[in-house]
């Protein structure tokens, strides 16, 4: 069955072999959701004005969904939660959780209950980070398939942070990542992070969208290349979208520094050569066009990107061109691929 699960601002959506099905927790604003390939179970960053945030869990795709327990954080207010990220597959009930102002949660009884990763939430570095313009978000969490002691985060506006010990301590990998904003343009903590992701074919090479270009690492974060300037119209955006089976094949969307898309048209720039090079994928998506793709609303299946825009409508690549799966939803705020 091919699945696509769309988190929108009025729930939860499903794309099961082409046949839209949801809203599922209605009324709810689905940050980020997704399918846990280790065993099939439905995941929700959810959140409400009325009842808070939360994480919702569904065992049978959807018909029936349970609720964590009440998220405790000491000593700071816990706001959205932004991301829900399975474990290693050594750790089958091991998941987990990024929200804001800066947090990271550990669950390992499948979400039921969470604990806060102190080695993060109380970072050596954290009088230096400060919100971005969607606040002081933990957005991006990555596990390296190779190994369940090594962990990513990426906060906004902190930057990027990799852990050796299963999340006891946290190193900033921020080395070569610019902050123009910031007095000092190459902090070592302070960069704004839109979306990190690992390849996980090489586990090694990590790749960014940040406010201040588009990079990539080949040594797990110790430094990073910058790659725009080559074929991209703009150095902003949020989203980004690897290829599994290929580490040199990736896709981002640039928009100006207004959250308006670039050159007024949604555009996807793919590139083939690590990033040393990008063309422009538009064919079949509207033009001129003004609905954005936020950070989590691009993802790749096993063949194909697959985007969700903030006026509602979901877009596949398919030969070369863009195709509308679906249209007038709530604004889209996360796509994964099942």
């Known amino acids: 069955m091919r699945l696509i699960v769309i988190g929108t601002k009025k729930g939860l959506f499903l794309i099961r072999d082409g046949e839209l099905a949801g809203p599922e927790l209605a009324g709810w604003s689905i940050f980020h959701a997704i399918r846990d390939p280790r065993d099939g179970v439905l995941y929700t960053a959810s959140n409400s004005f009325i009842y808070g945030a939360t994480v919702h869990r569904s065992a049978d795709g959807g018909k029936t969904w349970e609720r964590a327990e009440p998220i405790e954080l000491s000593g700071l207010e816990l706001g959205e939660l932004w991301h829900v990220e399975p474990g290693h597959a050594s750790e089958p009930e091991t998941l987990f959780l990024g929200g804001a102002p800066g947090t990271l949660f550990r669950s390992d009884d499948a979400s039921r209950n969470w604990r806060p990763v102190t080695g993060l939430v109380q970072h050596e570095t954290r009088d230096r980070w400060m919100p971005g313009f969607g606040g002081m978000c933990c957005h991006s969490i990555q596990v390296d398939p190779s190994t369940s002691n090594r962990l990513y985060a990426a906060i906004s506006a902190a930057g990027s942070f990799r852990s050796d010990d299963a999340g006891e301590s946290w190193k900033p990998v921020n080395q070569g990542v610019a902050a123009d904003f910031a007095p000092d343009p190459y902090p070592e903590v302070g960069q704004c992070v839109h979306k990190l992701l690992l390849h996980p074919a090489r586990p090694e090479r990590l790749w960014q969208q940040n406010h201040c270009g588009v990079y990539r690492s080949d040594d797990a974060g110790e430094t990073w290349e910058r790659l725009d300037g080559n074929g991209l119209p703009s150095a902003f955006g949020f989203p980004i979208a690897l290829d599994p089976a290929d580490p040199d094949i990736a896709y981002v969307i640039p ?53 969700g825009t903030q006026g509602g409508a979901v877009w596949a690549l398919e030969d070369g061109r863009w195709s509308e799966l679906a249209r007038d939803l709530p604004p889209i705020l996360a796509v994964e691929l099942g």
């Open 255 to 307: 928009e100006d520094e207004n959250r308006l898309t670039a050159d007024g048209r949604l555009g996807v720039y793919r590139t083939g050569d690590g990033g040393a090079s990008w063309e422009l994928l538009a064919e079949g998506l509207p033009d001129p066009a003004w609905s954005v793709v936020l950070r989590e609303g691009m993802a790749w299946d096993e063949r194909r990107p697959v985007l």
